[in-house]
Nanobody, 118 residues
Framework: QVQLVESGGGLAQAGGSLRLSCAAS????????MGWFRRAPGKERELVAT???????NYADSVTGRFTISRDNAKNTVYLQMNSLKPEDTAVYYC????????????WGQGTQVTVSS
């Protein structure tokens, strides 16, 4: 079983930056794609960014140009560098893992809160 542990959230001012990390532990499942999702208060959970083991990335339109996803395959860790933060980026951020793009294991970490003040 895979466990996902997110960290790095916190409070930032608009225009500031934060870096999130997610470490996957356990090796009973094949992991190809890793990604970040977020849920803002009163909104549906949305996909923020994904990255495959080969380095192919994909971003939501709302974060393109501001967020950068990266990963360390040797450490099974995925990162999300968030720059030029906006108040609408305020949400709980979760990472997920899957065996191939668009397919996700039903495994969730505890999430990490990101709050951006205006």
């Amino acid at each position: 079983q895979v466990q996902l542990v997110e960290s790095g959230g916190g409070l930032a001012q608009a225009g500031g930056s934060l870096r999130l990390s997610c470490a996957a532990s356990g090796n009973s499942l094949k992991i190809n794609v890793m990604g970040w999702f977020r849920r803002a208060p009163g909104k549906e959970r949305e996909l923020v960014a994904t990255i495959t083991s080969g380095g192919t990335t994909n971003y939501a339109d709302s974060v393109t140009g501001r967020f950068t996803i990266s990963r360390d395959n040797a450490k099974n860790t995925v990162y999300l560098q968030m720059n030029s933060l906006k108040p609408e980026d305020t949400a709980v951020y979760y990472c997920r893992a899957g065996p191939r793009p668009t397919v996700w294991y039903d495994i969730w970490g505890q999430g990490t809160q990101v709050t951006v003040s205006s």
